[in-house]
């Protein structure tokens, strides 16, 4: 058994990038534009069959594909802000009424992308899934090591750009202060806006990443939207900070425990964080309300 713990540790890292990558554009959607998008799942499994159509169908190679996608679904999200969330936020609605407008837009795309493409299992196509380096007691697939890549560039990029640049303070100050953001000059429609695109492009390449590791699938979203919630609860709504941690931290103890549990109980383990941290922590681990770090 302790021979298999490296190897659980590499698979554990892997499934936390995956875990990072979906829940940190999660938590900036809500922790600036103070909306749970519902819909996130819906982006990631978008973002898988568009990396699919862009190898199989138009024979574009994979890595290339991966930044299709991520132009594509950002361009996505930054219409779904634009046409949904921007014209229902003009109206002062409820914020019960943002929650029914993305589940319907989760319905939508996955009732959509079942009539189109049907519920058949399905794989893109990637040559580093051939490609298994031997490391030690560790056996692992080139492809996986590219979405720990992936997910440790996002992470760092997203780092830097909401410390250290103009956009990232401004969405820093919508976050803590939407009003006060806008009196000083901020322009908030343009940081809602760049919010929506970040968080999609993270779910979309996410989703072009997994696609090709495990299948794509219309309902692949469902899942990975649940552990979004997960660990962005757990870490604490609109903490970055908090995703990552919680992130790669449910990976490894969703991997470690996989050793020796039913794969059907594994799920209990992060429902059951959650509900320790919401009874201790009702905020989450990192964070507080309207509060976006790095």
Do not use: W
Not at 177 to 192: E, P
Not at 237 to 260: Q, W, Y
Request: overall charge positive; some cysteine; glycine content about 12%.
């Amino acid at each position: 058994m302790v021979e298999f713990i490296p190897q659980l540790i590499a698979n554990g890292i892997v499934l936390g990038s995956i875990y990072v990558m979906v829940a940190l554009g999660l938590t900036l959607i809500f922790g600036i534009v103070d909306v749970v998008n519902f819909a996130h799942g819906e982006f990631y499994m978008l973002g898988a069959f568009i990396a699919l159509m862009c190898v199989v169908k138009l024979g574009i190679p994979y890595l290339p594909a991966i930044v299709a996608t991520a132009v594509i679904i950002s361009v996505f999200g930054l219409a779904t802000e634009k046409i949904l969330i921007r014209s229902l936020r003009k109206r002062n609605p409820h914020p019960i009424n943002y929650v029914l407008v993305t589940v319907g837009l989760s319905s939508f795309l996955l009732y959509g992308i079942n009539f189109v493409f049907g519920p058949d299992l399905r794989q893109i196509p990637s040559p580093f899934m051939k490609q298994v380096l031997h490391l030690g007691n560790v056996y692992i697939t080139t492809h996986r090591i590219l979405v720990v890549l992936v997910a440790a560039i996002l992470v760092g990029a997203l780092g830097y750009f909401i410390k250290y640049t103009s956009l990232g303070n401004q969405m820093r100050a919508t976050a803590q202060n939407f009003q006060a953001a806008k009196i000083v000059g901020v322009n908030t429609d343009r940081i809602f806006s760049l919010t929506f695109l970040i968080g999609s492009m993270l779910a979309g390449i996410a989703g072009a990443l997994v696609g090709a590791m495990f299948v794509t699938e219309p309902t692949m979203g469902i899942h990975i939207i649940v552990k979004a919630f997960i660990v962005v609860i757990v870490g604490g709504m609109g903490s970055i900070k908090g995703s990552i941690v919680t992130g790669l931290g449910l990976g490894l103890v969703e991997t470690l425990a996989g050793a020796v549990m039913p794969a059907e109980f594994l799920d209990i383990i992060g429902f059951s964080i959650m509900i320790i941290v919401l009874l201790t922590k009702p905020t989450g681990i990192f964070g507080t309300k309207g509060n976006v770090s790095a």
